[in-house]
């Protein structure tokens, strides 16, 4: 049986937080239209706040619940978040500093033929990317990892096929 996926996912709490405040206005503003549905300050404020609140907060919480997916493991390969997947064959190293997980590359084309346009990976940016950041190709800071740096690299290393 194949292992499970690895999923590093950022920290959610935030997004918590912020689908119980939207809830709690949109909860206010279908108020404010029960109590006085003919004042037309009341219709406007309380269609106002679960149009914003109901409608726009719960597209963005969708949209950001989505987005907290960081990095996919299996065993084809690793996807990221923000779009593109990498073969194990071209995953070269995985490591971590104290503030970061990264990834260096063997190749770039496979990320550069799967990931979407607007992600902006390109073979040079990659390069840049791997001269900043100490030989890093990809680079995620720890408060998107919801577990320490090195955790996040120890768990990629074993969910690499042999």
């Not at 108020?31 to 300050?41: N, R, Y």
């Not at 923000?82 to 190293?93: I, K, L, M, Y």
């Not at 590359?105 to 990317?129: C, K, N, Q, V």
């Amino acid at each position: 049986m194949a292992d499970p996926v690895l999923r590093i996912v950022s920290p959610r709490r935030g997004l918590i937080v912020l689908a119980v405040v939207c809830a709690l206005f949109a909860a206010m503003g279908v108020v404010i239209l029960l109590l006085a549905p003919t004042k037309t300050l009341n219709v406007v404020v309380g269609t106002g706040a679960v149009g914003f609140f109901g409608v726009g907060g719960g597209w963005a919480f969708v949209s950001q619940w989505r987005r907290s997916v960081v990095v996919l493991a299996d065993d084809e390969g690793i996807a990221f978040g923000g779009g593109g997947r990498v073969p194990w064959a071209d995953v070269d190293r995985i490591g971590s500093t104290t503030t970061a997980l990264g990834i260096r590359l063997r190749r770039y084309d496979a990320l550069l033929a799967s990931a979407p346009r607007g992600a902006g990976h390109t073979a040079e940016s990659l390069r840049a990317s791997r001269a900043q950041n100490a030989g890093w190709d990809l680079v995620w800071p720890a408060r998107l990892l919801g577990r320490s740096p090195g955790e996040a690299a120890r768990d990629l290393q074993r969910r690499r096929p042999a």
